[in-house]
């Protein structure tokens, strides 16, 4: 069982817009910054969202994040087939441990 | 460019054990926090352990505390996981991630490798 709770799946048109959330706590999404990962089939996970709002270098503007409380969520809008991936969330916890989601899959219908 | 490159993973019985290799390049190796994340196959990230730039704090998931021990090498840039007294529940597709802030750890993996498969298995 994960720390951080996320949905299971989520699915979408292209060009639609779709939020995948994150539901955490005080030890880790409200005190501290919240990460996006995407993991795309067969390969590593990718950075996509950093302190809770921000993109790497290289990451379309598509991809939004945002955090209030114990809660964080990932937008995607203008949704394209490539976007069909598995996402994550992840928070630095006060207990000295990284927290993960338990991961989103995302389908493009 | 950062590479990170695991290596060490195979087949082990269950009580067995195992060490994982991780051979960064591309970064100034010794100022980075570096992770050891797992994945069971078709299944969600966990996050194993941590080791800070200079080798001297280390944390671990409940999980896996008392029975893996991670290390590093500055002299051969290079990341280890001793693991002992695996179980079933231990196997996975193992990660090495840099953290993404030089000096101190943040929880933000900037950097994967492509992960080296463990399989616990009698």
């Known amino acids: 069982q994960s720390v951080l709770t996320q949905p299971p799946s989520a699915s979408g048109t292209p060009g639609q817009r779709v939020t995948i959330s994150c539901s955490g706590s005080t030890s880790n999404i409200e005190r501290n910054y919240v990460y996006w990962y995407q993991q795309l089939p067969g390969t590593a996970p990718k950075l996509l969202i950093y302190k809770n709002d921000q993109r790497p270098s290289g990451v379309p503007d598509r991809f939004s994040g945002s955090k209030s409380g114990t809660s964080a969520s990932l937008a995607i809008s203008g949704l394209r087939s490539e976007d069909e991936a598995d996402y994550y969330c992840?928070?630095?916890?006060?207990?000295?441990?990284?927290?993960f989601g338990g991961g989103t899959k995302l389908t493009v219908l | 460019e950062v590479q990170l490159v695991e290596s060490g993973g195979g087949v082990v019985q269950p009580g067995g054990s195992l060490r994982l290799s991780c051979a960064a390049s591309g970064f100034s190796f010794d100022a980075y926090p570096i992770h050891w994340v797992r994945q069971v196959p078709g299944k969600g990230l966990e996050w194993v352990s941590l080791?800070?730039?200079?080798?001297?704090?280390?944390f671990y998931a409940d999980s896996v505390k008392g029975r893996f021990t991670i290390s590093r090498d500055k002299s051969k840039n290079s990341l280890y996981l001793q693991m002992k007294t695996l179980k079933s529940e231990d196997s996975g597709l193992y990660y090495c991630a840099k953290d993404a802030v030089s000096g101190f750890w943040s929880g933000c993996l900037d950097q994967w490798g492509q992960g080296t498969l463990v399989t616990v298995s009698s």
């Open positions: 080791i800070n730039g200079d080798g001297d704090k280390t």
């Open positions: 992840a928070a630095w916890d006060d207990s000295l441990s990284v927290a």
